[in-house]
């Protein structure tokens, strides 16, 4: 759910992506898509926010 701009249900921390919600620790769109840069993913820094865009 969102409210003030932010998405409730998707807490983030990279705050040089251009969909974080500023000042508190969330993104900013309805839905993400998680996947992986490795061909057999073990642990948790195996995958990705594919949703990730630079911030300007």
Known sequence: MKSNGKNDC???T???CAYHAGDVD???LETIKIGTHEPN???KECTDCV???KKS
């Open 41 to 43: 993913p073990t642990t």
């Open 10 to 12: 998707i807490e983030c």
């Open 51 to 53: 949703m990730w865009y």
């Open 14 to 16: 990279i705050n040089n």
């Open 26 to 28: 969330y993104c900013t």
